[in-house]
């Protein structure tokens, strides 16, 4: 049955197999068309031979241009079949100007020092129209949408360029008396289509999507207009001969249009998409300079001499301030038009919190894009519903779809890794494009809520049969929000432990690691809920036993009164700790969260206050960062903190006498294994205790204060190091991640210690990377806000360290954005044995995804993990599996190894 079916909401719904096939036999399809790359780089090791075999012996002439013209008409040929792009005008008529610049060449060679001849004729009446139709084609082809700003500039960048020409080529040949009329004539045709060749390859370079063919198809006329430039200037000077530059531009613009063509990004150019506001920079610096041209100009006559052009320049100026005022009206209508569209979108989500079923989402999304459509724009909005497989997947706009209209835009409905449906508009090229923004929101919040409804209808049916609830009980002993003892309770408990009859008792003090931040970020609503079922949890886990309380915030206390043997205190120790699980579903929030906790027994203590006080060091000692997550008081834990002690007093003088080195992890690409940069790690060798952790010093460098200077330290050592890792390998130059504490961060002058870092030794802002904890975005603090971006507006990328082992929530990310997640290693070591953990770190790869955020696995060690994390979309990594932290001798044998 390939027709829709309705569902008992009325939504269409597509027939899933007949739909996945599709998409099967699209799939493939797409695997067999395109050039293979290793035809590409054949052809570009080919084009290399023959540009240098002319720059070693301009002499041979035809002998490299006929290799040269067969070996371009070839490539062309061969792109355009084998690519297939969607429109093939624009390349059929490149290729032909290729050809009829080939033609003109030739006889040119037959008519070298005659001016004009027959080669002018084949160049201006066939090869510049050919050439001009078809970038025209290409760059309207490609384009998302050809609005007024675009023409705007389009002319602009034509006048200032034209008063380029004018003033270098144009006026001196028209001003020479010497010349025939005809000549010229023919002599200002060139710069007059040269001029109209650059105004296309540059609206080509900022109106179509970025690919290696329209980079090397921009190359190729480039390289022409300097070939044509600098042969009207030596014609104008001391008269044009073979074998000089000009000849290599146009070699060169063969060389890359044949690349161009060939290169299967040249299907790309083609396609309809939307542009991405990165090339809004570079726009508006070259419009700035094509203002700027006639101005200069006139500065320098006016400091050589009379002034010639003073009328010419007074006119171009004057139009161009004109043109300039225009734009800055359409950009204040385009600001006007965008508060709009956001206002329609704030709208329709708050119409979206308001619907019961799916049939009131579709009519929200078909009246929030006809709003977001200029008025009387033939579209139509469809909402298909069922299991399409995986999410995320593309937003795709294509011919299929929407019955009527040539194109479709299909927005992906998901929830977590499902895809629950589409929603499609039909519509024209122009108006699928102004949609491609505001679509995926609509979307989003169409699934949030179409997955609200479902689960609103199971939940009323439980509510239904669990209606009744056991009434709170207003006692001192009762801790209101959990229903377990309150502090009076379990202080009684641990009293009548003390004074046991011999039994072995034991005092069990714990606490949630982030519970502030959870607080903080998610809600006092969703912390409570999650204080409610971990008690519930440990609860049902000590059972008869003993007795569970709350003591405060999030800290819980245990008493069991008869433990056995310490054997047994230690095995219900390791249980607590388990007892969070892959985390805890509150509602609509999955909250993944760890626990810390310490233990004593009534061997060590007689008393009620030593037995809570011998656990509350217990629990402090459980604290440090990668070391045990419970402990058990004892004389070798009394030890310890002696030995702490002495230890945080050594931290100082070691820094000072230079004692303390940095090692380098390689952070590799998962898919081809190449390394794209390091983090940087600090090591300790002592004199006396060998190599010491980092587990075990860095949080004393905290405590005490020394992890400024520590951390300034390691700045400055790792940023040096990788300034010189450019010479060894230039065209692939890995970056460096430190680390930063939360307290380093907030030091004075901490960013301005950065930028002075990255000046003195010559590092570029985007190859370091500050690695920062979660707990330091926790809060509105609007001065880590104004630093986190004053660093990325620097170039320097952000990168949060340790992911979920915090708070685990991605709702802050909104208002502090950074470039990186650093998934950790807890949840790596449990993606192969759990599906509940693969499904998390999948969902947490595709929220990534959605705020454009890289992400990076640490801890990889098994193959296995390896290949569930490339499946599951994460596309670096770091870990044993690829290598353990190296010195820094090593870390750039790794780069000189990975070298071309």
């Given at each position: 049955m390939n027709e829709r079916r309705a569902t008992r909401d009325g939504v269409a719904t597509p027939d899933i197999a007949g739909l996945r096939q599709v998409d099967e036999a699209a799939r493939l399809f797409g695997e067999r068309r395109g050039v293979r790359p290793r035809t590409v780089r054949l052809y570009a090791c080919w084009a290399a031979l023959l540009f240098v075999a002319y720059l070693v012996m301009p002499s041979l002439?035809?002998?490299?241009?006929?290799?040269?013209?067969?070996?371009?008409?070839?490539?062309?040929?061969?792109?355009?079949?084998?690519?297939?792009?969607?429109?093939?005008?624009?390349?059929?008529?490149?290729?032909?100007?290729?050809?009829?610049?080939?033609?003109?060449?030739?006889?040119?060679?037959?008519?070298?020092?005659?001016?004009?001849?027959?080669?002018?004729?084949?160049?201006?009446?066939?090869?510049?129209?050919?050439?001009?139709?078809?970038?025209?084609?290409?760059s309207r082809s490609g384009a998302a949408m050809l609005d007024r700003a675009s023409t705007l500039d389009a002319v602009i960048l034509t006048i200032g360029s034209g008063f380029l020409a004018w003033t270098f080529l144009i006026r001196p040949f028209l001003t020479r008396p010497d010349l025939p009329a005809l000549t010229k004539l023919v002599s200002i045709a060139y710069p007059i289509t040269d001029v109209l060749v650059l105004v296309l390859l540059a609206r080509l370079g900022l109106g179509v999507a970025r690919t290696i063919s329209g980079s090397l198809l921009i190359v190729s006329g480039v390289s022409m207009l300097a070939a044509d430039t600098l042969y009207g200037l030596m014609r104008l000077n001391s008269g044009f001969t073979l074998?000089?530059?000009?000849?290599?531009?146009?070699?060169?613009?063969?060389?890359?249009?044949?690349?161009?063509?060939?290169?299967?990004?040249?299907?790309?150019?083609?396609e309809p998409q939307v542009l991405s506001r990165t090339q809004v920079s570079l726009r508006r610096g070259v419009l700035t300079l094509a203002c700027l041209l006639a101005p200069a100009a006139l500065l320098i006559q006016a400091l050589r001499g009379p002034v010639h052009d003073g009328v010419v320049i007074a006119a171009v100026s004057a139009v161009l301030i004109l043109l300039g005022l225009t734009r800055i009206s359409i950009v204040a209508t385009s600001l006007r038009q965008t508060l709009a569209r956001e206002r329609e979108l704030r709208q329709a989500c708050e119409a979206l919190l308001l619907c019961t079923d799916t049939a009131a989402v579709t009519t929200v999304l078909q009246r929030?894009?006809?709003?977001?459509?200029?008025?009387?724009?033939?579209?139509?909005?469809?909402?298909?519903?069922?299991?399409?497989?995986?999410?995320?997947?593309?937003?795709?706009?294509?011919?299929?779809?929407?019955?009527?209209?040539?194109?479709?835009?299909?927005?992906?409905?998901?929830?977590?890794?499902?895809?629950?449906?589409?929603?499609?508009?039909?519509?024209?090229?122009?108006?699928?494009?102004?949609?491609?923004?505001?679509?995926?929101?609509?979307?989003?919040?169409?699934?949030?809520?179409?997955?609200?409804?479902?689960?609103?209808?199971?939940?009323?049916?439980?509510?239904?049969?669990?209606?009744?609830?056991?009434?709170?009980?207003?006692?001192?002993?009762?801790?209101q929000l959990t229903g377990l003892g309150s502090r009076l309770r379990f202080t009684d408990d641990t009293a009548l432990l003390s004074a046991g009859d011999g039994l072995l008792g034991a005092v069990f003090v714990l606490n949630i690691d982030d519970f502030r931040a959870i607080n903080d970020t998610m809600g006092h609503e969703v912390g409570d809920g999650l204080l409610v079922a971990l008690g519930r949890r440990l609860t049902e886990l000590v059972g008869d036993r003993g007795r569970v309380s709350r003591l405060g915030a999030d800290e819980f206390g245990v008493v069991v009164p008869d433990a056995g043997d310490v054997e047994a205190v230690d095995r219900l120790a390791e249980q607590m700790i388990a007892v969070p699980g892959d985390g805890f579903t509150l509602g609509d929030t999955r909250i993944s969260t760890r626990l810390r906790l310490g233990v004593a027994t009534t061997l060590e203590a007689g008393s009620a206050s030593e037995l809570v006080g011998q656990a509350d060091v217990a629990l402090d000692n459980a604290r440090t960062p990668g070391g045990p997550r419970w402990r058990r008081y004892d004389a070798v834990l009394h030890a310890q903190v002696i030995d702490q002690m002495q230890l945080r007093?050594?931290?100082?003088?070691?820094?000072?006498?230079?004692?303390?080195?940095?090692?380098?992890?390689?952070?590799?690409?998962?898919?081809?294994?190449?390394?794209?940069?390091?983090e940087a790690l600090l090591r300790w060798p002592h004199p006396t205790r060998g190599m010491v952790s980092?587990?075990?010093?860095?949080?004393?460098?905290?405590?005490?204060?020394?992890?400024?200077?520590?951390?300034?330290?390691?700045?400055?050592?790792?940023?040096?190091?990788?300034?010189?890792?450019?010479?060894?390998?230039?065209?692939?130059?890995?970056?460096?991640?430190?680390?930063v504490s939360v307290r380093q961060f907030h030091a004075p002058g901490f960013v301005a210690r950065v930028h002075d870092e990255l000046a003195a030794s010559g590092l570029p802002a985007d190859r370091l990377t500050l690695e920062i904890v979660e707990s330091l975005l926790v809060g509105e603090q609007e001065q880590i806000q104004a630093d986190i971006a004053e660093l990325r507006a620097a170039g320097i990328k952000v990168s949060i360290d340790d992911f979920g082992t915090g708070y685990s929530s991605l709702s802050y990310l909104h208002r502090m954005p950074v470039d990186t997640l650093k998934l950790d290693k807890s949840f790596v070591d449990t993606i192969v044995g759990s599906p509940q953990q693969h499904d998390l770190v999948r969902g947490i790869l595709q929220m990534a995804a959605m705020l454009s955020l890289t992400v990076v696995a640490e801890g990889i060690e098994t193959e296995a993990e390896h290949r569930l994390l490339t499946e599951a979309g994460c596309g670096y990594g770091q870990g044993f599996l690829f290598a353990r932290p190296l010195t820094d001798t090593d870390a750039r044998a790794r780069i000189r190894a990975e070298a071309p």
């Open positions: 002439g035809l002998v490299v241009y006929g290799p040269v013209i067969i070996s371009t008409v070839a490539a062309a040929i061969a792109g355009i079949v084998r690519n297939r792009p969607r429109r093939r005008l624009p390349w059929i008529l490149l290729t032909g100007a290729y050809l009829a610049f080939a033609a003109g060449s030739l006889v040119a060679y037959a008519t070298i020092g005659t001016f004009p001849s027959a080669a002018d004729v084949v160049f201006l009446a066939l090869y510049v129209p050919l050439m001009i139709a078809g970038l025209a084609t290409l074998g000089g530059p000009t000849d290599l531009g146009w070699l060169l613009f063969y060389l890359a249009g044949g690349l161009a063509v060939l290169h299967p990004s040249m299907a790309r150019l083609t929030a894009v006809g709003r977001l459509l200029a008025d009387g724009t033939r579209h139509r909005t469809e909402l298909l519903l069922g299991d399409l497989g995986p999410f995320p997947a593309p937003m795709t706009m294509a011919p299929d779809g929407v019955a009527g209209f040539d194109l479709t835009l299909r927005c992906p409905l998901g929830v977590g890794d499902s895809r629950i449906g589409d929603l499609l508009v039909g519509g024209d090229e122009t108006s699928l494009a102004e949609l491609q923004q505001s679509l995926p929101v609509l979307a989003g919040q169409a699934a949030t809520m179409i997955d609200r409804i479902r689960l609103n209808r199971e939940i009323n049916r439980q509510e239904t049969q669990n209606y009744l609830k056991n009434e709170l009980m207003a006692r001192a002993y009762l801790d007093t050594e931290l100082a003088p070691a820094l000072a006498a230079g004692a303390f080195r940095l090692h380098y992890q390689p952070i590799v690409e998962l898919s081809s294994g190449r390394t794209v940069g390091f980092p587990v075990e010093f860095i949080p004393l460098a905290e405590e005490s204060g020394v992890i400024v200077e520590l951390g300034a330290w390691v700045l400055h050592t790792a940023v040096h190091e990788a300034a010189s890792w450019a010479a060894l390998d230039p065209g692939h130059v890995p970056y460096v991640s430190v680390n």
